[in-house]
Structures are given as C-alpha cells and as structure tokens.
C-alpha cells in the first residue's frame, strides 16, 4: 500500500482493503440482503461504541426544550448520539429502522457507500478504535474482506 509520512519517524501504511474505493463500496451497497448482517446482529450489542469513538462519526439528536417562564423561551439542543441506537431512527412514532441488522448496515453503508460518493473518501481513518473498543470484539475490516 501507499506509505504516508505522519509526524517525525512515525509511518502509516494505507490497509489494502481501501486501495481500491469503488470495489469496497459496490460490495457494501449490494450486501443489503446478505445473511452477514444477521449474524453480526447476533453478537453485536446494539450499543454504538463503534461510532462513539470514531472520529468521523457524527450522529447527533435535537430536541427542543421550551422553557415555561415569564418570557417562554425555547432553545434546540444539540446531543451526540449514535445510528446504532434503537430510537435513533425514530420519527413521529415511527422507527424507520427497527432491527439491529439494518441499523448495522447502515454504519457500513455510510462509511463505505455514502461518504465515498459525497466526499471522495471512505469514512475511516483506520485508527483502529472501533475494533479496540467493541465489547462483541466485532472486527469490520473482517466483516469488509468477507464481503468483497
């Protein structure tokens, strides 16, 4: 892979498994009906740690508070959140996507599809957090490789 000077004597090598962006993206983008995503769902706890410690997550929710004073003020409040979670994508009543597996897929499709297509790169910095942090020691450059 490419080799890119970090800081002083300190050096990444670029993961072959992003070398190629159109191939990993195409691969994501068909797999939505792949069993891969139920048995991830199997073991994956549904917690969001993945996108909690990732420096491109940036999954938030808003809420409105309106406070019942003499100037009845309201203010939008802005929460770190994460896709993963089950109320994330809740609106009016309706959850758009209740089970885990879609929820899942969706981490991997904006990572590997979206940001791809709307910013050129995939959405990883190959710090590795994810993996070090993710109590079902889930591994996505494995789920990655076995989709391709």
């Not at 740690?49 to 420096?55: K, L, Q, R």
């Not at 802005?78 to 993963?84: D, K, L, V």
């Not at 979670?85 to 309706?94: K, L, T």
Request: net charge positive.
């Amino acid at each position: 892979g490419d080799v890119y000077k970090r800081q002083e004597n300190i050096y990444y090598e670029e993961d072959p498994i992003f070398a190629d962006i159109k191939k990993l993206s195409c691969a994501v983008e068909k797999s939505y009906s792949s069993k891969i995503w139920d048995e991830i769902a199997k073991i994956d706890l549904g917690c969001g740690v993945c996108s909690y410690t990732c420096p491109l997550c940036y999954c938030f929710d808003l809420e409105d508070k309106i406070l019942i004073n003499d100037t009845c003020q309201a203010k939008k409040c802005r929460s770190w959140s994460s896709c993963y979670h089950i109320d994330f994508f809740e609106v009016s009543g309706c959850n758009f996507k209740p089970k885990l597996r879609d929820r899942i897929y969706n981490w991997y499709y904006h990572k590997f599809v979206r940001m791809p297509r709307e910013i050129g790169h995939v959405g990883c910095v190959d710090c590795g957090r994810c993996i070090k942090y993710c109590p079902a020691k889930i591994n996505f450059k494995n789920v990655l490789k076995s989709l391709i």
